[in-house]
């Protein structure tokens, strides 16, 4: 199980990623895991992964900020919003985080294309550039 071999931020940052759509490769390459590893924690959460071609791999990214990230301990799917859903509850969570700014970097860089990064829903990060080169 991925639970044994994965650390629980590890695997709320797969789930995430999954929600929003990433692919097993990008998952892997973002957080610097197997992809096998990928493949079970999505498998075991339930979540339906894409199953087409996988984009080309990108360089990896320093992600350990992510460790003290508030939502490692909010349940994902509230930065994961259906149309016309309001972000609030997701806002607040974020205002209160100590990595808000590198988490709007990194879904700036990485083109994240759904759901709150860094206090911001997708339509707000639209036309906004990351502070520094991933």
Same mark, same amino acid.
């Not at 992510?66 to 994961?80: G, K, R, S």
């Not at 205002?95 to 997708?122: F, H, M, P, Q, S």
């Given at each position: 199980?991925?639970?044994?071999?994965? *650390? !629980?931020?590890? #695997? &709320?940052?797969? %789930?995430?990623?999954?929600?929003?759509? /990433?692919?097993?490769?990008?998952?892997?390459?973002?957080?610097?895991?197997?992809?096998?590893?990928?493949?079970?924690?999505? *498998? !075991?959460?339930? #979540? &339906?992964?894409? %199953?087409?071609?996988?984009?080309?791999? /990108?360089?990896?990214?320093?992600?350990?900020?992510?460790?003290?990230?508030?939502?490692?301990?909010?349940?994902?799917?509230?930065?994961?919003?259906?149309?016309?859903?309001?972000?609030?509850?997701?806002?607040?969570?974020?205002?209160?985080?100590?990595?808000?700014?590198?988490?709007?970097?990194?879904?700036?860089?990485?083109?994240?294309?759904?759901?709150?990064?860094?206090?911001?829903?997708?339509?707000?990060?639209?036309?906004?550039?990351?502070?520094?080169?991933?």
């Amino acid at each position: 199980m991925s639970g044994h071999l994965l *650390d !629980e931020q590890t #695997i &709320a940052a797969i %789930r995430r990623h999954a929600i929003n759509g /990433r692919s097993v490769t990008e998952i892997a390459n973002t957080l610097g895991i197997s992809r096998d590893a990928v493949r079970r924690a999505v *498998d !075991e959460a339930g #979540i &339906a992964r894409r %199953r087409h071609l996988e984009p080309p791999v /990108r360089p990896r990214q320093d992600v350990t900020w992510m460790e003290d990230a508030a939502c490692t301990e909010t349940d994902p799917e509230l930065f994961v919003l259906e149309k016309g859903e309001r972000a609030t509850d997701a806002k607040t969570v974020c205002a209160g985080c100590a990595v808000i700014e590198d988490c709007l970097d990194y879904a700036l860089v990485n083109n994240e294309r759904g759901g709150v990064w860094g206090g911001k829903t997708e339509h707000e990060r639209r036309g906004l550039k990351p502070r520094r080169a991933a």
